[in-house]
């Protein structure tokens, strides 16, 4: 015998007997059974708590019994790892309870408003009683500022991403790219503050007469500092799954540089670069922060993004939760399902087009 | 201590992937057996049946009596975990714990055995990495991280690990093809070692290494792709090197195919 | 070779009208030039005469300017940003009659400016310190039972929607949470009272409805996303060598997880937690709409109360002066501080993690 053998005895380092018993599911389930009943019990007898109550307390019983009867059976090391399959299976449950809340939730009361005129009106003239009202202007408003900022950070961020992955060399590519990773970090009211520290407050005065003016072209600008570095990131990560002999076989037919990006490289990683173009635009739609800052929120329809506030479907959701009338909570909550859609078909829209087009 | 190996008509799939077909042999204790054969015939997939690591893989299955000392191991009560700690294995690519110092992977599997007292720990591990021919080169680094060693150092640390558990059978597959013609060497030698203790089963690319080290050989071959691998045939090293009764087998033998 | 008569159009062989014929029969756009055509300043193909001069102006440099241009537009906005705020937020910070650093309220708006971001500090970090808590552990198991124990059919799906509410917006999130969450979580501030009102965290007595409890559940719920799909992303990493290793030895699944995957993807479980806390922290609407807004420092989960930087600024910008903007926005500059060192922090262990594995292979 071995010293371990000798010094162990427990530990069955070369096991003759490979059999053991398995703990049969019907035990497993009369476990659970009893766990419960033993919680309702405690729990409603000693009149501690509620049903919920039962619930958790059933749990810990259930994992206290189950992890008794497997060492019993099968043995302390499977019982440990049964304790532990329980309790990750338990964790996914334990996070689908909120989100299908919410989910439901979404559903339910999102439902109330879903009306022609919820989304033909606006909030004008809508006093504190009256029931109708609606988010055409929040919806103008999300569309014309985040696609004004589509079209100042996509081609900012792409030339960038460009100049990342094809020019850069040496200190100022290395400063440029540590900035972008500063810039994923900012806050949305922090980006919000600038705007509204720098355009609305100094150079919007320049151009209305010395006062300054909420505008929803000030939204597209914070819309864009929280846009690009995602999108110079993304493109990077997509030009740079670009073969490299797909680039070389163009400059060895004396083809220039940026020719071979335009017409060689870009396209390639077009597919890749629209997904993260596409997860951008469903982040910026989503934000509320920045937009209750800089665009003024307004209950008029308002097409002009240049002159006069705005709202966005996001603020408008903030807004209503904040008002006091008692139709305001339909109208948020619609607003709010609607809203979701929108960055869900994005988003959804987006990852397909990744799954089919992965270059890796 | 060691124990004799017996598969009867072992088929294993994956799915419906039919992967070997009908392998029948015996492999006595304290002996090295090798399994030799072109690419792509089985030869991995039946000796990862033998620990029952290719259940690793989804859908996998097996017909056929696979036994430990008459123990089956296939039978609907056995606990996997024991038959791995009976049989264990060493892989084509060296694999140390990328994150455990080299004393902490030679004492992996005692660990997770449940021995915690260090004393018993430290003679272990010493008394492996010595029977694996490798104490006298980590003794003074012992704390220092297992992938910091050379390729040969590192297979070398994988076998002393593998061993350290004490096992009845130890599995090698194609141990050396990672390696220099030097570790290659040494770890051939090292097998010569360990026949003593353990039952050896190696698949091997290297007819030559087969040769050099095995009792017994068992050659496998497959028709075409996508039939299951077969055993063509299984007998004593000296007779399928020199005077094989398969046509098939001197094929390969003299390079005609493979 | 000699037996074969050459078709070079630049020998001899042939003459000129042999080129002419190859010019038309070579399909259009190809004109070979006679090599001794120097009339044109083109030069002939093949290169025969001195090599292209490089143009000083040409399109390769001005698209390489404009790319460079556009990286540069990004250290400028970041230089912008921090000037335009540090500018605004000077004035406001020498009109203060308290110190910005421990005065615990916020009354910027008065002719004797007093404001101080102790209590909003404090809130921002409880409130993302205990969703984490709250968060991590749940957001392993899940990552865990994605790469190592749901069948491939069900984990990707999973996987999917898991992204998908990534995506949601937070102020969809905070109006659950005051809506519909509140509720539940009232009754469970109640109940905790009941019996726990011995912890200093869950005493008081009441009311028990926007507090930090509800704040942080909900931002745990928000930041739940973001640590999955990262953690799951490292766990799947792990190399199968590895857990073959492990399986070999006889470990049993758990084993093999704590013995191969955990310790492996260690560093960039710590990269994901990092990334959830500085969203966490950057949070605005969520929690303006689910904290109580009450400027005090404590410790109570369960009371209605607390606060952070961004609900404050959120809360308050509307009836803010220039002192009070400038106020806001300085309290906004340390939010960014914090989150910076947060996020570098974060990417510093995701980028020694990528040297050392590249390194190792």
């Known amino acids: 015998m071995s010293l371990l053998e000798r010094e162990s005895p427990g530990v069955f380092m070369t096991p003759d007997n490979i059999r053991s018993r398995k703990l049969p599911w019907v035990i497993n389930l009369g476990i659970a059974v009893g766990a419960l009943i033993l919680a309702a019990a405690v729990v409603l007898g000693l009149g501690i708590g509620n049903w919920v109550l039962v619930i958790v307390v059933g749990v810990v019983f259930y994992l206290a019994g189950l992890f008794a009867a497997a060492t019993r059976v099968e043995g302390r090391r499977s019982a440990r790892n049964r304790l532990w399959q329980t309790l990750i299976y338990g964790a996914c449950v334990l996070a689908i309870l909120p989100l299908a809340s919410v989910v439901w939730t979404l559903v339910s009361k999102g439902a109330a408003r879903l009306d022609g005129d919820f989304f033909g009106s606006s909030m004008n003239n809508i006093g504190a009683r009256d029931p109708n009202g609606g988010a055409y202007h929040a919806i103008i408003g999300t569309l014309e500022q985040v696609g004004i900022a589509t079209l100042m950070a996509v081609p900012l961020g792409v030339l960038g991403a460009i100049y990342l992955v094809e020019y850069g060399r040496g200190k100022f590519a290395l400063t440029v790219r540590f900035f972008v990773d500063v810039m994923t970090g900012i806050p949305s009211i922090v980006a919000g503050l600038f705007i509204l520290a720098f355009w609305v407050l100094i150079v919007s005065p320049w151009f209305n007469n010395g006062t300054p003016r909420f505008s929803g072209f000030a939204a597209s600008l914070a819309l864009t500092v929280l846009m690009l570095p995602t999108i110079v990131r993304s493109t990077e990560e997509m030009l740079r799954l670009v073969p490299g002999p797909l680039r070389e076989g163009a400059y060895a037919l004396g083809v220039p540089q940026w020719k071979t990006i335009v017409k060689v490289v870009l396209p390639t990683a077009l597919p890749g670069i629209v997904t993260g173009v596409m997860l951008a635009v469903a982040r910026a739609a989503g934000e509320t922060a920045p937009v209750l800052l800089v665009a003024g929120g307004a209950a008029a329809i308002n097409f002009d993004p240049f002159a006069g506030n705005q709202s966005s479907l996001a603020l408008y959701v903030y807004g209503q939760a904040g008002d006091a009338s008692r139709y305001a909570p339909d109208r948020a909550w619609t607003a709010a399902l609607t809203l979701v859609a929108l960055v869900l078909i994005l988003t959804i829209a987006a990852k397909l087009l990744a799954r089919r087009n992965r270059l890796t | 201590m060691a124990k004799r190996i017996e598969a009867s008509n072992v088929s294993s799939y994956y799915g419906s992937f ?73 892989f084509q690519r060296p694999n140390p714990f990328p994150t455990m110092s080299i004393y902490e992977n030679v004492v992996a599997g005692l660990k997770l055995n449940g021995v915690r007292k260090k004393s018993l720990l430290d003679d272990a591990a010493e008394k492996s990495l010595k029977s694996a021919n490798l104490w006298d080169e980590v003794k003074d680094r012992l704390a220092r991280p297992g992938a910091g060693l050379s390729g040969g150092q590192q297979q070398r640390l994988c076998i002393a690990r593998t061993i350290a558990v004490q096992p009845q059978v130890v599995l090698m597959d194609e141990p050396c093809s990672a390696l220099d013609p030097i570790s290659t060497l040494a770890i051939e030698d090292l097998m010569f070692k360990l026949k003593d203790q353990f039952t050896i089963i190696i698949v091997t690319h290297n007819m030559q290494q087969a040769a050099r080290v095995s009792d017994k050989t068992g050659f496998f071959s497959i028709d075409k792709t996508g039939e299951p691998g077969r055993l063509i045939e299984y007998d004593d090293t000296q007779k399928i090197f020199s005077n094989p009764a398969e046509k098939k087998t001197e094929d390969y033998i003299t390079g005609r195919f493979g | 070779m000699g037996d074969y008569p050459s078709r070079s159009a630049s020998t001899d062989a042939g003459g000129s009208s042999v080129t002419a014929r190859h010019a038309r029969s070579a399909g259009s756009g190809v004109s070979p030039i006679p090599p001794d055509d120097l009339d044109g300043m083109r030069p002939p193909l093949g290169g025969g005469g001195a090599l292209p001069r490089k143009a000083r102006f040409s399109m390769e440099t001005g698209f390489r300017a404009l790319s460079t241009a556009a990286g540069g537009m990004v250290l400028v906005i970041i230089v912008a940003i921090a000037i335009f705020l540090i500018s605004k937020a000077v004035p406001a910070l020498r009109a203060n009659t308290e110190n910005f650093l421990t005065y615990k309220a916020w ?11 102790a209590a909003l500090a404090f809130g921002t970090v409880l409130t993302s310190v205990i969703a984490l808590i709250v968060a991590v552990p749940i957001a392993l198991g899940i990552a865990l039972f994605l790469s190592h124990y749901a069948p491939k059919r069900l984990a990707n799906p999973l996987g999917f929607i898991i992204d998908l509410l990534a995506a949601v917006p937070s102020v969809v999130f905070g109006l659950w949470g005051r809506d519909v969450f509140r509720v539940p979580v009232e009754d469970f501030s109640v109940w905790l009272n009941k019996y726990f009102s011995w912890l200093p965290i869950f005493g008081g007595d009441g009311p028990f409805g926007r507090s930090i409890l509800l704040g942080s559940l909900v931002l745990a719920i928000m930041v739940l996303p973001i640590v999955t799909s990262l953690s799951r992303e490292v766990f799947q990493q792990t190399p199968l060598m590895n857990e073959e290793a492990a399986l070999a030895l006889g470990a049993t699944k758990w084993e093999m997880i704590r013995t191969a995957v955990v310790p492996y993807g260690k560093p960039g479980v710590i990269a994901a937690v990092m990334l959830g806390l500085g969203r966490a922290l950057g949070e605005t609407i969520a929690l303006a709409l689910t904290l109580g807004i009450v400027f005090n420092i404590s410790f109570n989960l369960i009371e209605s109360g607390g606060n952070s930087i961004a609900a ?4 308050t910008f509307g009836e803010a002066n220039a002192t009070g903007r400038g106020a806001l926005i300085a309290s906004g500059l340390v939010l960014f501080a914090i989150t910076l060192v947060v996020n570098m922090a974060a990417r510093a262990i995701i980028y020694r993690r990528r040297e050392f594995r590249d390194s190792a292979a």
Not at chain 2, 22 to 31: A, C, D, F, L, N
Not at chain 2, 39 to 68: D, Q, W, Y
């Open chain 2, 18 to 90: 039919k992967a070997i077909d009908s392998i029948s042999m015996t492999v006595e204790p304290k002996t090295i057996t090798a399994l030799i054969g072109p690419s792509g015939c089985g030869k991995s997939t039946f000796l990862r049946s033998i620990n029952r690591m290719h259940e690793v893989l989804p859908n996998a299955r097996i017909e056929g009596r696979l036994t430990i000392d008459d123990q089956n191991i296939y039978d609907a009560d056995v606990d996997v975990t024991a038959v791995r700690r009976m049989i264990g294995m060493v």
């Open chain 3, 107 to 117: 009354f910027p708006n008065d002719a004797e400016p007093k404001f101080g971001i």
């Open chain 3, 312 to 315: 404050n600024i959120a809360n």
